[in-house]
């Protein structure tokens, strides 16, 4: 097998093919750009996104081939059952779908390689910002724009009241909107995307990211490579309870509260969470 450095280097050759891909659609300068949306399970999908999730996986395939891995794509995932490779890719070729049909820029590429249920590699592309996001496990994070690649670090020294949360614009529902509210920091963004939110957080924009599930939850492959990105780049992602994320359980599903921080009150704001869920109602 290949080693880490080159899967990297392969993966964000990809990542930047993949953002040319996107753009062709979202400034129609691709012939045939209608986008002709349909809904699978309530959520949007274009003819971009079943693109780009083509070219993502025969492009991975052909370099990489389907012996040392196994690939999930939000396009072509079908079984509920947990992938026994050892090395398992996970990719949202369009995460954001309703952000890019309604042409707010704020839409990304995710591809996560995870290892034994825990992301070891991610690429996370802005295609809008023509910035693309690259972590490997303990081999801190990285912007890569056309002027080269910069390490990037998240900050701290804010009071917490001062931290500013990104949020949602399609996915909320009231239990979520009573814990934001009831949160000591109260400044917010709305950001559609994971990628896009955690790339704030990352530029030093944002301190917060929340997910908390309601009927539906977020998927592997919304999580993995933003997760990596954050991380990496010092930033801190878990459940509410602290514990680290699990990708290739054989649930697809993120259930439950994940918090993501530039890490200097995560565990407080992990206990503020749960305490405030504690107190909420119900049948809320
Ligand atoms: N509660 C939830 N249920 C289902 N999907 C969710 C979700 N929260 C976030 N997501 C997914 O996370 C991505 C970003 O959502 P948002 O912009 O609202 O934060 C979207 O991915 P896709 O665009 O790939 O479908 C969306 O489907
Ligand atoms: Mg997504």
Redesign the pocket.
């Known amino acids: 097998m290949k080693d880490l450095q080159e899967i990297l280097a392969i993966a964000r050759a990809v990542g930047w093919g993949a953002a040319d891909i996107l753009r062709s659609y979202y400034h129609g300068t691709i012939k045939d750009s209608d986008l002709e949306v349909q809904y699978k399970q309530n959520?949007?999908v274009t003819v971009a996104?079943i693109a780009v999730s083509q070219y993502i996986l025969e492009n991975l395939q052909a370099a990489l081939g389907n012996e040392d891995f196994a690939y999930i794509s939000?396009e072509t995932y079908e079984s509920q059952s947990k992938l026994a490779s050892n090395y398992v890719w996970i990719i949202?070729p369009?995460?954001?779908?309703?952000?890019?049909i309604k042409k707010t820029g704020?839409?990304a590429i995710h591809i996560a390689l995870v290892k034994e249920r825990r992301p070891v590699l991610a690429v996370v592309v802005v295609p809008e910002a023509e910035k693309l996001y690259y972590a490997t496990k303990g081999g801190g994070t990285f912007r890569e724009t056309r002027n080269g690649s910069i390490p990037v670090q998240v900050s701290s020294g804010k009071r917490i009241e001062d931290l500013t949360l990104v949020v949602?614009?399609?996915?909320r529902?009231e239990k979520l909107n009573y814990l934001l509210q009831n949160l000591p920091c109260q400044n917010q963004k709305s950001?559609?995307?994971?990628g896009?939110?955690i790339a704030t957080i990352v530029e030093q924009q944002a301190d917060i990211y929340i997910?908390?599930?309601?009927?539906?939850?977020?998927?592997d492959?919304?999580i993995a490579a933003p997760e990596l990105i954050l991380t990496e780049a010092g930033g801190k992602f878990t459940y509410f309870d602290g514990t680290p994320l699990q990708y290739n359980t054989g649930d697809i599903n993120q259930w439950g509260g994940l918090l993501a921080s530039s890490s200097e009150y995560h565990e407080i704001l992990c206990q503020q969470a749960r305490d405030v869920l504690a107190h909420s109602n119900p049948s809320s």
Do not use: I, M, N, Q
Not at 168 to 171: C, I, T
Not at 191 to 194: A, F, I, L, R, T
């Open positions: 959520e949007p996104d939000e949202d369009l995460d954001g779908t309703k952000d890019f704020e839409y949602s614009r399609s996915h529902h950001v559609g995307s994971v896009c939110k997910s908390l599930s309601g009927k539906s939850a977020p998927k492959w919304d």
